[in-house]
């Protein structure tokens, strides 16, 4: 079995033998359980590293087996450039989580573990998969598992958020089976992406594959303006299931974009490449707006959420190298970032039981070492330059300048307002006086709470002083990919 087989296996079985563990009798053993099995898989990821080559475009790391013969269906896993860093990326949240939910979750914990593991699994399946059907399996399978984490620990609306975002991810995805299987038809019975890459379309059927994907896609973004059911799960949702959730979960829709859109459809991804960008506009400008209204603490960052993903499709489709690797740089960042926020929220919400900003005030005062933290992190998620929240953000509006001035200027005046709202939070909820009693008897963070936060920093401050590593693995692979849509569209 090769390294790739073992980090989508390796997490899903460990997750099969803590649903086999019993019930909460024995949570300690399961939590022990859960974090060998993430620390595992984790280390599985980092051998990839040492033996990736930069040097190629080329898909790394293959296995190609047959699955379905009888479709021609194939178990056909790879990495490029593109999707490489998503899959430590992947199982570096896993161990995060295992650790916050470590005191935190006391009810059907091998059940809330396992679901974790195998939805990591799963998401570096997405991320690995080379065969149309094999990804379709696990973008789909990716669902049941947070489904149940959002229905079964999550707030008072649980079923309904649960349900809201079944439906509209589901329902995004039947357009993109339909697509799949016209590809499938057209290409004399493969679902091999590099025969799909090489398909020559007509425009007709290009603009309808790129709208099927684009259902499918955006919705899991979530582009504005299908972003409505985010701010639902999230607040519903409990604080692991936010954090991979933004961290992982929206970077599937947008590396689909890269892997399927633009090469399987680069003649009208040109065509509509104005569109995505008014669209992503949108998302950055009005998005962030409507964060800087918001009083819940976990709908204000699924907003900024939103804003974020949006310089991601902006920088995919001003067709350009600094974009599509800032957007690519920006969807990795904002994993460290968002995830951050996310689970800084959840120390505050496991100790007071509330996520409204009303709530706090004061919070240096009682809490100081998580303070720093929150400062760090917020100064992250507005972009300051040194930390990650930075580097993709920078690169999409230069990439963004050089596609049209105006483009680019109205991606760099939205850094006002993501400062705006996040320094707006962070001022109501961490300076001043103590507000009230709960504040004043709250207790500074401990030793786990400190691990958990102090990993997600350093890897917040590595990729923002010395992010050449992320970008030398993704710069042939994002020339090639660029190089194939402009060629496509010349011919």
């Given at each position: 079995?090769?390294?790739?087989s073992?980090?989508?296996?390796?997490?899903?079985?460990?997750?099969?033998?803590?649903?086999?563990?019993?019930?909460?009798?024995?949570?300690?053993?399961?939590?022990?359980?859960?974090?060998?099995?993430?620390?595992?898989?984790?280390?599985?990821?980092?051998?990839?590293?040492?033996?990736f080559?930069?040097?190629?475009?080329?898909?790394?790391?293959?296995e190609?087996?047959?699955?379905?013969?009888r479709?021609?269906?194939?178990?056909?896993?790879?990495?490029?450039?593109?999707?490489?860093w998503?899959v430590?990326?992947?199982?570096?949240i896993?161990?995060i989580?295992?650790?916050?939910?470590w005191?935190?979750?006391?009810?059907?914990?091998?059940?809330?573990?396992?679901?974790?593991l195998?939805?990591?699994g799963l998401m570096?399946?997405?991320?690995?998969?080379?065969?149309?059907?094999?990804?379709?399996?696990?973008?789909?399978?990716?669902?049941?598992?947070?489904?149940?984490i959002?229905?079964?620990?999550?707030?008072p609306?649980?079923?309904?958020?649960?349900?809201?975002?079944?439906?509209y991810?589901?329902?995004?995805?039947?357009?993109?089976?339909?697509?799949?299987?016209?590809?499938?038809?057209?290409?004399?019975?493969?679902?091999?992406?590099?025969?799909w890459?090489?398909?020559?379309?007509?425009?007709?059927?290009?603009?309808?594959?790129f709208?099927?994907?684009?259902?499918?896609?955006?919705?899991k973004?979530?582009?504005?303006?299908?972003?409505t059911?985010?701010?639902?799960?999230h607040?519903?949702?409990?604080?692991?299931?936010?954090?991979?959730?933004?961290?992982?979960?929206?970077?599937?829709?947008?590396?689909?974009?890269?892997?399927?859109?633009?090469?399987?459809?680069?003649?009208?991804?040109?065509?509509w490449?104005?569109?995505?960008?008014?669209?992503?506009?949108?998302?950055?400008?009005?998005?962030?707006?409507?964060?800087m209204?918001?009083?819940?603490?976990?709908?204000?960052?699924?907003?900024?959420?939103v804003?974020?993903?949006?310089?991601?499709?902006?920088?995919?489709?001003?067709?350009?190298?600094?974009?599509?690797?800032?957007?690519?740089?920006?969807?990795?960042?904002?994993?460290f970032v968002?995830?951050?926020?996310?689970?800084?929220?959840?120390?505050?919400?496991?100790?007071?039981?509330?996520r409204?900003?009303?709530?706090?005030?004061?919070?240096?005062?009682?809490?100081?070492?998580?303070?720093?933290?929150?400062?760090?992190?917020?100064m992250?998620?507005?972009?300051?330059?040194?930390?990650?929240?930075?580097?993709?953000?920078?690169?999409?509006i230069?990439?963004?300048?050089k596609?049209?001035?105006?483009?680019?200027?109205?991606?760099?005046?939205?850094?006002?307002?993501?400062?705006?709202?996040?320094?707006?939070?962070?001022?109501?909820?961490?300076?001043?006086?103590?507000?009230?009693d709960?504040?004043?008897?709250?207790?500074?963070?401990n030793?786990?709470?400190?691990?958990?936060?102090?990993?997600?920093?350093?890897?917040?401050?590595?990729?923002?002083?010395?992010?050449?590593?992320?970008?030398?693995?993704?710069?042939?692979?994002?020339?090639?990919?660029?190089?194939?849509?402009?060629?496509?569209?010349?011919?």
């Amino acid at each position: 079995m090769g390294l790739l087989s073992l980090s989508i296996w390796v997490p899903i079985a460990f997750g099969c033998l803590l649903l086999a563990l019993g019930r909460d009798e024995q949570a300690t053993a399961v939590r022990w359980v859960a974090l060998v099995g993430a620390l595992v898989s984790f280390l599985l990821t980092l051998p990839l590293y040492s033996q990736f080559d930069n040097a190629t475009a080329a898909m790394q790391f293959v296995e190609n087996v047959p699955w379905i013969e009888r479709f021609n269906v194939n178990y056909h896993l790879g990495l490029d450039g593109i999707s490489f860093w998503f899959v430590p990326l992947t199982a570096f949240i896993t161990v995060i989580v295992v650790i916050a939910a470590w005191e935190v979750i006391t009810e059907r914990v091998n059940q809330y573990m396992g679901a974790f593991l195998i939805l990591s699994g799963l998401m570096i399946g997405v991320f690995s998969a080379l065969d149309g059907m094999l990804f379709y399996v696990f973008f789909e399978a990716t669902l049941i598992p947070m489904y149940l984490i959002i229905g079964i620990w999550g707030g008072p609306n649980k079923i309904y958020a649960a349900f809201k975002f079944f439906l509209y991810t589901l329902l995004g995805s039947l357009l993109m089976l339909v697509a799949l299987i016209y590809l499938y038809t057209q290409s004399g019975g493969s679902f091999d992406l590099a025969k799909w890459h090489a398909l020559p379309l007509g425009e007709t059927a290009q603009t309808l594959l790129f709208f099927a994907f684009f259902a499918a896609f955006a919705v899991k973004v979530p582009m504005w303006p299908v972003h409505t059911w985010l701010p639902d799960v999230h607040v519903e949702a409990p604080t692991g299931g936010s954090a991979v959730l933004a961290a992982i979960m929206l970077k599937l829709g947008a590396y689909g974009f890269l892997r399927f859109s633009m090469p399987i459809a680069p003649d009208a991804a040109h065509t509509w490449g104005s569109l995505m960008v008014g669209l992503s506009l949108v998302a950055v400008v009005y998005v962030g707006l409507v964060a800087m209204v918001q009083q819940d603490m976990k709908k204000l960052v699924a907003y900024s959420s939103v804003a974020h993903m949006g310089f991601v499709t902006l920088g995919f489709f001003i067709f350009n190298d600094l974009g599509v690797s800032g957007g690519l740089v920006q969807m990795i960042a904002h994993g460290f970032v968002s995830g951050a926020m996310f689970l800084s929220i959840g120390v505050l919400y496991d100790r007071v039981h509330s996520r409204e900003i009303s709530s706090y005030g004061g919070v240096v005062n009682t809490m100081p070492k998580f303070a720093a933290f929150g400062l760090f992190f917020a100064m992250a998620n507005c972009g300051l330059p040194g930390t990650a929240g930075f580097v993709g953000e920078w690169m999409v509006i230069l990439g963004a300048v050089k596609f049209n001035f105006w483009v680019g200027f109205a991606s760099a005046s939205a850094l006002i307002f993501g400062a705006a709202y996040t320094l707006w939070m962070f001022k109501r909820v961490y300076l001043g006086p103590v507000a009230n009693d709960d504040v004043k008897g709250l207790q500074d963070i401990n030793a786990r709470e400190f691990l958990m936060l102090g990993l997600l920093a350093i890897a917040v401050l590595a990729m923002g002083l010395y992010p050449k590593p992320f970008t030398d693995v993704m710069d042939v692979s994002v020339a090639e990919l660029l190089k194939h849509v402009a060629i496509t569209k010349l011919n």
